[in-house]
């Protein structure tokens, strides 16, 4: 206990330095007890249930992982526990091999070394102060020199953080029942039922001998007609001369025909919330569109095989990432910061699992759904732990892992703690368009009469400003018969 004391572990809650606060420990035999030990599940940091002296002491190191590991701290920021996939196997590993261990803090938070006074996790294992790396390494050249790479237990499957497209607002909407060409079409059938009115009103005016006055139309009267009916209202025509009412019935079966389909559609189009174009289509436009920048946390799984990557869409990532290496983040939250910044321009890149956790915590503490996930597509990637260089333990680890493996515990540990990420993101999304559940009624809201407020706000304005001219004219006229 002192010499692990020397290297600042951190003793486990059940040592015997707790004495009477031992914590109790739950033992579950989840598979034959013929065949396997029995799970038991870690609470704390050190597992010491019997005297060091009658087992092998391992020093074990731990990165902070989705459903891998979860480190938690007290208020000054001592390490006190240990939760996820990798503490049950470790514990698992332990009980079965009989060997015991302890967790030595750090930190460092990446594998690799990221500068002469940062050193990574790797290098704890290369100068023999660590033992075991529990993280979720990917397989590489370089740390196999290095390391004793363990059988992978955990399968990691690239995808791509993306920001949610804005909701835009419906001010377009009194505009988008009707496509432009149809639009042109209303405006010259207004002009030439106006030309045409006032033709034949020119035309009456100047035979006025022969027809009753109430059948020639006021100028005025025509506009406010021509308007009125546009707008719903009706209107009135007093002329009954037939040449009149030809004109004025076709105009109306036009404007009848038209308002009835324009209020229809307007109907579905309140009814839509409109998003901006979303900012990648596919996974070759994060590597190839220069308007989209990946980002990732620097030395991790995936800036290894994207560095790497000599062919293919990897390499084209490489490319972005080596052409500005401030798309490489220190962390994930900063990621994160990067991809939900405005203007939308990055996308994150990390492991599915770990984006879906991401998800979740974005969730819960906003409150909103501001990033989705889209999956790359490829092949899953075997990551695994690590040992120190010729560990004794080596054999034992990658058989432990297999069986682990092949019985199913993996996978269920897996399903406990991974992250849950609905209502934003759900892998299975056929629940959302599941035609057997009943949807709730739709309910029109401010955001959706936006355009309809908009064309009214345009009218009343126009109408204020008609009203403003009129009684300019009005007094420019008094004060010039007022002169005479």
Known sequence: MDKC??????????SQDDKGKNTQRSRTPLVDNHALLPLCQPTSVMKTDVTPLQKDHLVVMAVEFSISVKVHRNST???????????LMLDWLSVRYNFDYSVLDSNATSLEDSG???????????KGE????????????????????????FYAEIAILLPVPEVLNNVNA?????????WVALGAASTAFIVTLLCLNRYLKSVKQSIQPSDILATESIYMYVVATLLNQGGYISSKLTPIRLVVGAWCLLTLVLLNVYNGVLTSYLMVTPYSLPLMDSTEDAAYDPNVRPVLVKNQAGDILFSTADKGLFKAFGDKLRANPKLRCNSSRQCVQMVTSLPHQHAYIEDFLALKEIIKDEYNRTGQCKTTIMKLGEASRPTGWALRKRSTYSEKFNR??????ETGLISQWEKQFEANSRPCFDEDQNYRNDKNKKKPLARLSLANLTGAFAALGTGVLVSFLA????LLVARVTKKTFAAI
Do not use: T
């Open 5 to 14: 004391r020397n290297k600042l572990c951190h003793p486990r809650a059940g």
């Open 77 to 87: 920021g001592h390490l006190i526990r240990l939760e996820g996939v990798a503490p």
């Open 116 to 126: 002469p006074h940062l050193p990574g996790l790797i290098s704890y294992a290369v």
């Open 130 to 153: 660590c033992d075991v790396i529990m993280a979720v390494m990917v397989h590489s050249q370089n740390r196999l020199k290095k390391l004793e790479l363990v059988h992978p237990w």
């Open 174 to 182: 009194v505009i988008k029942p009707f496509q432009p060409w149809v």
């Open 400 to 405: 432990g892992m297999l069986v682990l493996r």
């Open 467 to 470: 009203f403003l001219i009129e």
